[in-house]
């Protein structure tokens, strides 16, 4: 059973950084996708971002608008550990994130590729 653990949540202002930390453990798929989804209130919880690591090819990294030029998604393997670096923040990006992992061979945005989640760690950003 694998577990996952965000940390690195806070509050910060506009403009201001912040970098998620997603620790895993029992996950150590060759092939899966994982992923930082976020939920604001009175909202759906969305999909942010994701890396997708195909067995013996390169990892792909994809973004939702939202994110795109301002959050980079990476991972150490090593460490067994999912990161979400945040520049740039906005209001708009308060909200509890998630991380997220899934075994399979495909990828996407929908949770249905995504087998693990974490409890969340919550950013709020002031303007």
């Known amino acids: 059973q694998a577990r996952l653990m965000e940390s690195g949540g806070g509050s910060v202002q506009t403009g201001g950084s912040l970098r998620l930390s997603c620790a895993t453990s029992?996950?150590?798929?060759?092939?899966?996708?994982m992923g930082w989804f976020r939920k604001a209130p009175g909202k759906e919880r969305e999909g942010i971002a994701r890396?997708?690591?195909?067995?013996?090819?390169?990892?792909?990294?994809f973004y939702a608008d939202s994110a795109k030029g301002r959050f980079t998604i990476s991972r150490d393997n090593a460490e067994n550990t999912l990161f979400l670096q945040m520049d740039n923040l906005k209001p708009d990006d308060t909200a509890m994130y998630y991380c997220?992992?899934?075994?399979?061979?495909?990828?996407?945005?929908?949770?249905?590729?995504?087998?693990?989640w974490g409890q969340g760690t919550q950013v709020t950003v002031s303007s």
């Open positions: 029992g996950y150590t798929p060759t092939t899966g996708c």
């Open positions: 890396i997708y690591f195909p067995s013996g090819i390169a990892d792909s990294t």
């Open positions: 997220a992992a899934g075994f399979r061979s495909v990828c996407g945005w929908s949770e249905r590729y995504y087998d693990y």
